[in-house]
């Protein structure tokens, strides 16, 4: 560490004092300035990209804005596809290209193409944060199941972590047991659903309707 300290116990006189000063500078002088410049232009440069990213962020925003208030105008598909290709592309870092994504398969699956939806579901999934990525596994199984893949839709309703989503995936997962004709199963798996939405407080009176259609069929 560089170090300064001059008094006139050292220099008898104010001369001897700039001269030294002098001598010290042209030594280092160039590394304070450096030192000086560099950290300037740090600075600048964070201040830069934090605004950057704010915009980023921004525009994203009033783009899936957009997006959204389109989907009222089921005609607007033109317009609605081109805001989803633009989120996707430019936005992909940010988790509205991956809720465009969502948007994009389930203007698939109300149109009947469901292997279109399992394509954006698949984007989604590799571009989606940990918050989102549960909803988009859970979308994906759905669109599994209604094309009849139904291992396919098992292992990726199993594939699915966290908490706060376990009830609907239980019940899809007893949705496809039964299609599978595993009976003893999916009751367990709408049984579980139901414990699991009376604890959270969900009303879902099919749970019941399901559980009580299995009691018949066996």
């Not at 304070?32 to 600048?44: E, N, Q």
């Not at 596994?137 to 893949?149: D, H, I, P, S």
């Not at 579980?192 to 749970?207: H, K």
């Amino acid at each position: 560490m560089l170090s300064l300290c001059w008094s006139n116990s050292v220099y008898d006189t104010d001369q001897e004092q700039i001269e030294a000063l002098q001598t010290w500078w042209s030594k280092y002088g160039n590394w304070v300035i450096a030192a000086f410049i560099i950290f300037i232009a740090a600075y600048v440069g964070v201040q830069l990209y934090q605004n950057a990213r704010e915009n980023h962020r921004i525009e994203a925003s009033v783009i899936y804005d957009e997006l959204s208030a389109s989907l009222a105008d089921s005609e607007n598909t033109e317009k609605q596809q081109e805001l989803i290709d633009a989120l996707k592309r430019d936005y992909s870092d940010l988790g509205y290209g991956a809720m465009a994504a969502l948007i994009a398969a389930k203007i698939d699956v109300d149109a009947g193409d469901f292997e279109a939806a399992l394509s954006e579901l698949d984007w989604a999934r590799k571009n989606s944060d940990d918050e989102l990525l549960a909803l988009v596994q859970y979308r994906k199984a759905q669109v599994e199941f209604q094309l009849g893949e139904l291992d396919a839709a098992l292992s990726t309703l199993a594939a699915i972590e966290g908490t706060g989503h376990e009830a609907v995936t239980f019940e899809l997962k007893g949705d496809v047991l039964f299609e599978q004709g595993d009976i003893e199963a999916a009751r367990q798996a709408y049984q579980t659903a139901y414990e699991l939405s009376s604890e959270q407080s969900i009303n879902n009176p099919y749970l019941k309707i399901k559980l009580d259609d299995l009691a018949v069929a066996e």
